[in-house]
């Protein structure tokens, strides 16, 4: 599976940004995905997760209610719209393609995008 990503840039706190990840390959649509990000000096931490049919989505503490991820199958396409945007969610954001566990709940990436740089000034 090839992962690639795009959407990212500048934004001022409050904003908005959707960040999409374009899946290729025999398996893409019939994979899990999901959202990481990290920040200079941080370790890579989980985002938000999508099962392959978009029905269970699960999401970090820090960006529940603020965040949603979404997938069109049809494009092999994932999305993590972003909204009231703090400077903490500053970050290289990776999009991933994996498998889930325990009916949806956990997460296990296998592939992973180049990932985009996600800034959000004060």
């Not at 899990?32 to 931490?45: D, I, L, N, T, V």
């Not at 903490?88 to 992973?112: F, I, K």
Request: glycine letters at 12%; charged letters at 15%; a neutral charge.
């Amino acid at each position: 599976v090839q992962l690639v990503e795009s959407g990212g840039g500048l934004v001022q706190a409050g904003g908005s940004l959707r960040l999409s990840c374009a899946a290729s390959g025999s398996t893409a649509s019939i994979s899990a995905m999901g959202w990481y990000r990290q920040a200079p000096g941080e370790q890579r931490e989980w985002v938000a997760h999508i099962t392959s049919t978009g029905g269970s989505t699960n999401y970090a503490d820090s960006v529940k209610g603020r965040f949603t991820i979404s997938r069109d199958n049809a494009k092999n396409t994932m999305y993590l719209h972003m909204n009231s945007l703090k400077p903490e969610d500053t970050a290289v954001y990776y999009c991933s393609s994996g498998r889930t566990y325990y009916s949806g709940s956990y997460y296990s990436p296998d592939y992973w995008g180049q990932g985009t740089q996600v800034t959000v000034s004060s």
